[in-house]
């Protein structure tokens, strides 16, 4: 099947990278200039970014071109339906943060090192949103479990500003280069190295035209539980026991299993391109850690903050899609009315809407849930927005809102001592916090389901459900196993 990125009116021939106009080029070497100006004044590295417009072009390619840079390690986001991508190679910065602090920790890390930052940008219309230095990263679900060998490579918290960034929406696209400029540094050695970079990135991008389809039968896949399946349904009746003894409201249970490809190696590029084709609204990331990638296609929002509007959403409750049009609405229909499900959402809906009541003048709730069609699962979501007060950023709204009952349950804190007691998995970065954060505060980040740690030919894949007083081990064992099916099939190729 061929890529549906990109808006079809523009070419998809290899960009000319580096800027191609020479008062541009002029301009990134003044930026460079006045950076290491600054770093000789305050005797100290100072920050310079400078973004300029390429031609769109498939993200894909630039994450296939990147990896083949040497220039460190490569991350994806694309919301496919949005036609917005950001695609970034080497970590120009590196903000690596531990423990229940980890965000608000990383927040005041970003503000340091923006403060002296020397930005400029070309004269062509780049992507608004995303120009200047941006960080790309994540969180763990919980500081709190012990780190296992399997997430040892992703800390509790992570926050990359890359060195060169691919970022594109449905009218334009640019790149950003971002550079730590030392105090007396050679400004003609600088931007010779950057422009055979570029060089380098434009050859590179040359060759991944026409873009490969794997034409290859799906692969049988071994698959197994790391936790066996009557197991996790005994801790789904464990946790309906303490529900019922008024331990908590909500709580939410994983559950994970070990894919291996006997064949070979899981294709990281193939399995980003068929979770884009199947899930177009969802949220498709990939973030590399040495070996490893952690790949999603997820359809929820954490937080998207734009000047000074917040949106999120709850979702939460769910069901199978139909196989007619008719089964299918009459599924919809019964989730729509399900008390069950009314309730686990419900819950969702008020603890976010007091979330932001601390960090929002107002705050507007969508007026029912209304129903969120994806190809195998269908949810109840609601939407909701407000504006934020003034002085408050994104990364305090996560702090916040992270862990939502949506992934980890009501009132919060039983509710993960339940998980961590009960659960008996390193969830690592799975259900947890993913995306971007801006210079200008702007940002979105995505909580990172439908999700899955891809090492070789093995793949540690994730998938829990909301536990409420009237659930059973069995409905729920068979709604985790939906949610596998998205990583399942993005690995797979199968239909
Ligand atoms: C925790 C997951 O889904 C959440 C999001 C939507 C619906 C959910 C549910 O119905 O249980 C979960 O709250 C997951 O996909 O692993």
Redesign the pocket.
Known sequence: MDITFTNAALPQSPAPIWPADAWEQLRLQQILQQASERANTIHQPVLASFTHAVCPCDPLQYFQAFHTLHLGECFYWERPSEQRALVGVGATATIQTTGQSCVQEAAEIWRQLQAQAILGQGSAAIPDRTSGPLLFGGFTFDPLTPTTELWQAFPDGLLLLPYLLFHCDETCAALTINLQVAPDADIASLTAEISAHLHTLEQALARTLPQETDRLPAPSLQIEDLLSADLWMEQVAATVKRIKQGAFAKA?L?RAVRVTNPRQDFDVIQTLKRLRESYPVAYVFAIQRQEQYFVGATP?RLVCGADGQIQTMA????APRGKTEEEDRQLGEELLHSQKNQG?HHVVVSTIQNALAALCSRVWVGDAPHLLKLKNIQ?LQTPITGDMLPGHSILEAIEDLHPTP??GGSPRQPALEAIRELEQLDRGWY?APIGWIGHTGNGEFAVA??SGLLHGHQATL?????IVADSDPESEYAESCL?LQVMLRGLSGEE
């Open positions: 939410v994983a929820e979702l939460a409750g769910s686990e949810h949506a992934v259900a389901l439908r994730f998938a829990g459900c909301g949610k």
